[in-house]
C-alpha cells in the first residue's frame, strides 16, 4: 500500500516534528510526497508545485513506480505556465525565500494571538502551532450558530466545523491567513 503525504504546510513546522515523510525511515518504500506553492509562497490557485516519487517505492512486481508515473504525468499535463515558474524561481531565491519567512512569520503571530484571546476568554483551543488554523470549541453551541454570531457581530468569517464531520459540531476554524484591518 501507498500513502500520499501532503506536505503544504511544512514550512510552518516550527518544533522538531518531521517536515517531510522521508525524514522517517523506511518511508521511501512507502510514500508518495505531494507540495506547492499555494501554502508555502501565497500561490493559491497558479498550480505550481511538486511530487516527490522515490525509487525506492516499487510496484509489486518490483519494477519502480516512478517510470509509470513520469509517462502519465507527461502525456496528462503540459505543466505550469512560463508566469507560475518564474514566480516559483523567484521564491526559491534567497531574497524570495526570505520574503516568504517574513510572512509565514507574520502569520504563525497572528495564529499566537488567536489562540491566546479565545484562551483568554476562557475557551477551549487547538492547533496554531505548526499550523496558522486555530480551532475553537463552543460547547452546547451549533458551529453554524457560532459562525452566524462572530460575522454579524464582528464582520469575520471563520468556518463552522461541521463541514469537516461530526466531530466539528461545537467548533469553529479560523485562518490566521489574514492582514491586519486598517480602520
Not at 23 to 44: L, N
Not at 58 to 74: A, E, K, M, Q, T
Request: aromatic share 14%; glycine share 10%; proline share 4%.
Amino acid at each position: 500500500m501507498t500513502s500520499f503525504i501532503d506536505s503544504a504546510y511544512a514550512t510552518y513546522i516550527s518544533d522538531d516534528s518531521p517536515k517531510s515523510i522521508f525524514e522517517i525511515p523506511g518511508s521511501k518504500e512507502v510514500a508518495i510526497e505531494i507540495s506547492s506553492f499555494s501554502k508555502f509562497a501565497g500561490f493559491t490557485g497558479a498550480c505550481l508545485g511538486w511530487t516527490v516519487v522515490p525509487e525506492e517505492l516499487l510496484f509489486s512486481g518490483g519494477s519502480p513506480v516512478i517510470h509509470d508515473f513520469n509517462r502519465i504525468v507527461c502525456t496528462c499535463f503540459n505543466g505550469a505556465s512560463n508566469i507560475a515558474q518564474a514566480g516559483g524561481l523567484a521564491c526559491l531565491s534567497p531574497e524570495g525565500f526570505q520574503a516568504i519567512r517574513t510572512v509565514i512569520d507574520y502569520y504563525k503571530e497572528n495564529a499566537r494571538i488567536l489562540v491566546d484571546t479565545f484562551a483568554y476568554l476562557g475557551l477551549e483551543v487547538y492547533g496554531g502551532v505548526n499550523a496558522l488554523y486555530v480551532w475553537v470549541h463552543f460547547p452546547g453551541s451549533k458551529s453554524w450558530n457560532v459562525f452566524a454570531e462572530i460575522l454579524k457581530k464582528t464582520h469575520i468569517i471563520t468556518v463552522p466545523g461541521s463541514g469537516f464531520g461530526p466531530g466539528g459540531a461545537e467548533y469553529i476554524r479560523i485562518s490566521a491567513f489574514g492582514k491586519e484591518c486598517a480602520s
